[in-house]
């Protein structure tokens, strides 16, 4: 299958994995606090620096020198390595699609050269990233007009899924850099409300669409599409003249996409060997390209590339993807720590956490191996999820700090704000520092009990201001949230989920799992109309069909 590796010998039989099992023992009770304790000059020891303005502090993880060995043999006890050259040379690694997954390509300088089946993907990434630069110079300069003559000054990024949440989330991120492109809007869901509550506020003679679907099939972006077509006319009179105009698609069904009347000039390609859930690098991010212009989404790509020399070049001890994906594993597989949470510092990443959502659950949320026996004796990808701080704070940190689980954490903290508001940042900062550490050291007993005294509390108080410590965190400090270090930043969390997938002999690249409900949601549809429930429905699902019916027709 090409995959480097014994893909049948289980991951529980390597010899790392009886190490690590044997380690993890001794830190059921014992953590980082007590690995600062024995090791002075941990924090600098266990931090990665691959570029000086970004430093990833992975100290207050659980792991000491001995754990990190370990999981850096078992990481190429898994073939790690192997894989990461079978990723950048093409190899057809998402096997059960029969496809390379060469988002890398995607960034990559002019001058590379990939080769798939005998002909180099670089020139063809350049070209279409070419006459999608022009594209949007255009709009944003005012040049490319819309049916009536005028500039375009909104625009509405029609898609889901990778089509949606990686251009959202940018977009967001980088609207400091925004000067004087049109703003950019996003409709993902079917449910009418997202396309009404969007359109309610534009007009249609003003609004270029932009239909984002690799496979302009998905039932969502379809049914928005069309929706949002008819409002273009309807805006026009009713006519059609220049309806073109107002239309983009970013796809790699060019007929389907010229058949819902997107002409050729404006439809932009995407490879079968792009997921969409890594697709934001192509033409995908059109949409970020249109709000900041094309010089910061190169700076992005840039940003992503340099990440990924990182990765394939550094060894995996000093590789900052590699070592969280094996830490990850750590918290996982041994410490019983199955989530994450994805605690961005900085709003302008609040949406990181629904982008590494679909990023690592989609890829990592498997239960067949590659070879396509079942996982046994190990669990694979984690529950991510999340929230920007402090927002967290006040909602769901109670139980990071005195639940039963431990729920391992990454803090992004960006040093520098992009706004004048310096107290706000510094309290930011100060949060950001105090809740890493208060996770970590937590307070004893004795402490606990001395502040209960202060506050002139009852000894029964003790217990509950007592925090265990020991929880899990990494720390992502960057100077400032650059468009390359966008880049930097989505570039180690791709290649942290393709680490782990590997070791855990799965495969990331695909994701049947979301199959099977949106054929039975095809099904149905007759049933909600009013027509016979589909002959698979269960009873519960006949149960609610009838009820659904009858509320229905009372409406
Ligand atoms: O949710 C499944 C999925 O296939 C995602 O992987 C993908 O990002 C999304 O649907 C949208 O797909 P498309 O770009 O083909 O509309």
């Known amino acids: 299958m090409g995959t480097g590796s014994d893909d049948t010998a289980l991951l529980t039989s390597c010899p790392s994995w009886a190490r690590l099992d044997a380690l993890a023992?001794?830190?059921?009770?014992?953590?980082?606090?007590?690995?600062?304790?024995?090791?002075?000059?941990?924090?600098?020891a266990m931090s990665c620096a691959p570029f000086e303005d970004l430093l990833i502090d992975f100290s207050k993880q659980p792991v000491s020198e001995e754990v990190l060995d370990a999981l850096v043999a078992l990481a190429t006890e898994r073939g790690v390595p192997a894989a990461i050259e079978q990723m950048f040379g093409g190899e057809a690694i998402n096997v059960t699609e029969g496809r390379a997954a060469l988002h890398v390509a995607l960034r990559?300088?002019?001058?590379?050269?990939?080769?798939?089946?005998?002909?180099?993907?670089i020139p063809e990434v350049h070209a279409v990233r070419e006459r999608m630069g022009e594209f949007v110079t255009r709009v944003r300069s005012g040049e490319e007009v819309a049916a009536d003559g005028g500039a375009f000054t909104d625009i509405v990024n029609i898609g889901i899924g990778g089509s949606d949440l990686g251009p959202r989330m940018v977009t967001e991120a980088l609207a400091p850099y925004a000067e004087g492109g049109p703003t950019v809007h996003f409709v993902s869901n079917v449910d009418g409300w997202d396309l009404t509550s969007t359109l309610a506020n534009l007009d249609p003679r003003r609004t270029l669409v932009v239909v984002v679907s690799k496979t302009f099939t998905t039932q969502e972006t379809m049914t928005n599409a069309r929706?949002?077509?008819?409002?273009?006319?309807?805006?026009?009179?009713?006519?059609?003249?220049?309806?073109?105009?107002?239309?983009?698609?970013?796809?790699?069904?060019?007929?389907?996409?010229?058949?819902?009347?997107?002409?050729?000039?404006?439809?932009?390609?995407?490879?079968?060997?792009?997921?969409?859930?890594?697709?934001l690098w192509s033409a995908v991010g059109i949409s970020i390209a249109l709000a900041v212009g094309m010089d910061h989404f190169e700076s992005l790509l840039e940003g992503a590339h340099e990440m990924d020399s990182h990765f394939r070049d550094t060894p995996l001890a000093r590789n900052v993807p590699a070592l969280a994906a094996m830490i990850g594993i750590w918290n996982a597989n041994f410490l019983g720590a199955p989530t994450l949470a994805i605690l961005p510092y900085d709003e302008r990443l609040r949406l990181l956490p629904a982008y590494l959502q679909q990023a690592d659950m989609e890829s990592n949320g498997k239960s067949s191996r590659l070879d396509g026996a079942r996982v046994e004796g190990y669990g694979t990808g984690p529950v991510v999820w999340g929230a920007a701080g402090t927002n967290g704070q006040h909602a769901f940190y109670q139980l990071m700090h005195q639940g039963t689980q431990r729920v391992p954490a990454d803090f992004l903290v960006a040093a520098t704000a992009e706004h004048e508001h310096d107290e706000h940042h510094e309290i930011l900062l100060a949060n950001a520092l105090a809740q890493s550490q208060a996770l970590m050291m937590g307070r004893d007993r004795e402490a606990a009990r001395a502040v209960v005294e202060g506050e002139g509390g009852g000894a029964s108080l003790v217990a509950h201001r007592t925090f265990d410590g020991n929880r899990p965190s990494t720390t992502m400090l960057y100077e400032r949230l650059t468009p390359r270090m966008m880049g930097r930043i989505l570039s180690v969390y791709e290649h942290k989920i393709f680490v782990q997938g590997r070791v855990w002999g799965i495969n990331s690249f695909d994701q049947w799992g979301v199959e099977l409900g949106k054929s039975l949601a095809k099904g149905l549809l007759p049933a909600v109309r009013g027509g016979d429930a589909p002959a698979d429905a269960d009873e519960s699902t006949r149960h609610l069909l009838g009820h659904l019916r009858r509320m229905r027709s009372k409406g």
């Open 108 to 121: 990559m300088p002019a001058h590379a050269s990939i080769m798939l089946d005998g002909q180099d993907v």
């Open 227 to 279: 929706t949002a077509r008819r409002w273009l006319v309807d805006g026009h009179a009713g006519s059609e003249e220049g309806l073109e105009r107002h239309l983009v698609a970013v796809s790699s069904a060019r007929d389907a996409a010229a058949a819902f009347g997107v002409s050729p000039e404006r439809t932009f390609g995407i490879w079968e060997w792009v997921g969409g859930r890594y697709s």
């Open 25 to 44: 023992r001794g830190f059921r009770a014992r953590g980082a606090r007590e690995l600062f304790q024995s090791a002075p000059g941990r924090a600098a």
